[in-house]
């Protein structure tokens, strides 16, 4: 030991006395205060940052300031979720509803009979990623898909062009979504 007191210029009697040395008021203060901050970023199922963690610590009667809670936090490696917002994809305004020509029916007795489209988002942490699927409803397989960047027509062409390469499909009935825009499916396989 003495040899390393000697490497870090510390007197090996001053790093005996600080090995003794009862832990600080402050040291106790901040464990005390680090169990506090995780119990409530818990309770705030991880969403909450340094401004929100110290208002529910105040509420209690902790007299502490938020860039201690801050400096509390990241020592802990606390790292709150981003919560995200909700995105919407179309104006109901300005869409009309197609006809419901399946009627609640999601049956089909054989494959290739009826299929299905919708449009959904996905948030990536580079932005959001449109996705539209086309699914069988005999075998509720996804015949066709496609992704984007951007919400655009070609997105929904894209997915059933896929859908018709894949399936090839000679008895096909009908291809439901809920939007009334709509492409013929001989346009789709040329």
Not at 53 to 79: F, N, P, S
Not at 82 to 106: C, E, G, H, M, W
Not at 169 to 182: G, I, K, T, Y
């Amino acid at each position: 030991m003495r040899r390393m007191c000697r490497v870090l210029e510390v007197s090996s009697s001053g790093y005996y006395d600080w090995l003794r040395r009862p832990e600080s008021h402050r040291a106790v203060w901040h464990r005390r205060l680090s169990q506090s901050i995780c119990q409530s970023f818990k309770d705030s199922r991880e969403t909450y940052g340094a401004r929100r963690v110290r208002d529910d610590l105040v509420e209690v009667g902790e007299r502490i300031g938020r860039h201690t809670v801050a400096r509390l936090m990241k020592r802990l490696q606390i790292v709150p979720k981003t919560v995200r917002r909700y995105r919407v994809t179309t104006d109901s305004r300005k869409t009309i509803a197609a006809p419901n020509r399946l009627r609640q029916d999601f049956r089909a007795e054989r494959p290739n009979q009826r299929w299905v489209s919708d449009i959904t988002f996905i948030p990536t942490r580079q932005g959001w990623l449109y996705l539209a699927v086309v699914l069988d409803l005999y075998s509720r397989a996804v015949v066709g898909w496609s992704m984007d960047r951007r919400l655009k027509r070609s997105l929904v062409i894209d997915a059933l062009k896929m859908a018709v390469t894949r399936r090839s499909p000679n008895a096909l009935e009908l291809v439901h979504s809920d939007q009334v825009r709509s492409t013929p499916l001989h346009s789709i396989r040329n």
